[in-house]
């Protein structure tokens, strides 16, 4: 199904698997020359679906102005995030919500085992490592900086928009592993995220401040790790919205130049 939209390139959506998929093909696309990247996005896409989002016309500025190559991104859906984007079981954090299931390595073998494959073989993608990425906001960003341990050599660029890094166990897991150091990794954080929280998610800012220490101590350079603070941001969509594009700038910036 083809969606009306103001951007130059097209924007579609397919049911596969039982899941929505959320599909831009940049202006170029239509003329079969190239092959591109491809970023999968978490929870349907949202970040930047235009319908919710003013990313993609950031985006298509920068390809225009040469800032960023043409992308093709793919949003995916997910059936139940509590369970589909946590690494392992947790007990909830409120009494009005299910358990955290614990089901993230069974959803990144799905993404990297067979949507990848399927998104390979029907799109004109460079399904390389290095060209291939990985972007979640909150648990979505956990999950994404999960599979930069799981599949680095499927996922070579991985954006993590306000990671759930008070995940119980997560910076524990991080600190038991190294992280390959031939990732892009973006991470952010607004500065005020969590602070009307009364649980562990009032720890979002020092968390988040933990886990890049982590992967900066494992001696990821200033080229393969970003991370931005944004002052007076909360825990809230539109500002996840609002960091995307510049994130996905960064991680697809000088790739020609990477080894």
């Known amino acids: 199904m083809l969606k009306e939209s103001h951007i130059r390139g097209t924007l579609t959506t397919e049911s596969w698997r039982g899941r929505t998929l959320l599909i831009y093909l940049p202006p170029s696309y239509a003329k079969g020359v190239s092959r591109y990247p491809v970023v999968y996005v978490q929870d349907g896409g949202y970040l930047f679906d235009p319908f919710q989002s003013d990313a993609l016309v950031q985006l298509e500025l920068m390809f225009a102005h040469g800032e960023l190559p043409e992308l093709l991104f793919v949003g995916i859906e997910t059936k139940n995030r509590l369970d589909e ?53 909150s648990l979505g960003g956990l999950i994404s900086m999960y599979a930069a341990y799981l599949y680095p050599h499927v996922f070579g660029k991985i954006g993590c928009l306000s990671g759930s890094f008070w995940y119980e166990g997560f910076l524990h897991f991080m600190e038991s592993h190294i992280v390959a150091s031939d990732l892009k990794i973006y991470m952010d954080v607004g500065s005020i995220e ?45 500002f996840f919205i609002k960091r995307f594009p510049s994130a996905v700038k960064w991680l697809y910036s000088n790739t020609e130049g990477e080894q």
């Open 85 to 137: 984007y946590t690494p392992w079981h947790a007990k909830a954090l409120s009494e009005r919500f299910a358990d955290f299931g614990g089901k993230g390595s069974h959803y990144l073998a799905f993404l990297a085992e067979d949507l990848k494959p399927y998104i390979d073989a029907s799109y004109q993608t460079d399904g390389c490592q290095r060209q291939t990425g990985l972007v979640g906001a």
């Open 194 to 238: 969590g602070i009307e929280k009364q649980n562990v998610q009032r720890e979002m800012v020092s968390r988040t401040k933990a886990a890049y220490a982590i992967l900066m101590n494992q001696q990821l350079s200033n080229k393969r790790l970003k991370f931005v603070i944004e002052e007076g941001a909360p825990h809230a969509r539109p």
